[in-house]
């Protein structure tokens, strides 16, 4: 398997436009995973899914913030409108019910100016 | 909430020499933990995971153990080599697939 993948790895973009950020989970997790890291805060979930239903997202920061699974190999992470204290790196990490074995993509570097 | 502290928060080794890497965490009722390595500019890469019924696992140099009732975990580094550079990170998952919390990590130089 691939592993995680993301996409784009870097962005930049302007305050106030809009960011979508994309990740493919490793086939056969049933759990999905967004995290946001920084250097002050470390990091910091945002939102988790399990079979495609969002069970957490009480880490999304604001209204601003928001997450989707349309369905088992594909979730979006959308920022509308980004502002400059939205940069970070966000990572997209999956796990199997089994073990729990958290595997993270290589993130998505994302710089709002 | 579950806390997680890792100590040292940055550690400089000569090459050869074995290293203990320090993870803490504030409740013991957890499902499982595991050790991650981060190079710069990269994603986290899972070394071992320690279910919470195990008391180790090992892979090639590395240990790490579990010990759930004083709330620790260490990494044990046999033989450091330059390659094992990187920050080393523990998380902790309190119940199975919920809110890990992870340690600031450990930034680990190792000399040649």
Sequence with gaps: DAGVIQSPRHEVTEMGQEVTLRCKPISGHDYLFWYRQTMMRGLELLIYFNNNVPIDDSGMPEDRFSAKMPNASFSTLKIQPSEPRDSAVYFCASSPASTGELFFGEGSRLTVL | ?112
């Design chain 2, 1 to 112: 909430k579950q806390e997680v502290t890792q100590i040292p928060a940055a550690l400089s080794v000569p090459e050869g020499e074995n290293l203990v890497l320090n993870c803490s965490f504030t409740d013991s009722a957890i499902y499982n933990l595991q050790w991650f390595r981060q190079d710069p500019g990269k994603g986290l890469t899972s070394l071992l995971l320690i279910q919470s019924s195990q008391r180790e696992q090992t892979s090639g140099r590395l240990n790490a153990s579990l010990d759930k009732s004083s709330g620790r975990s260490t990494l044990y580094i046999a033989a450091s080599q330059p390659g094992d550079s990187a920050t080393y990170l523990c998380a902790v998952n309190p119940y199975n697939n919920n809110d890990m919390r992870f340690g600031a990590g450990t930034r680990l130089t190792v000399k040649p």
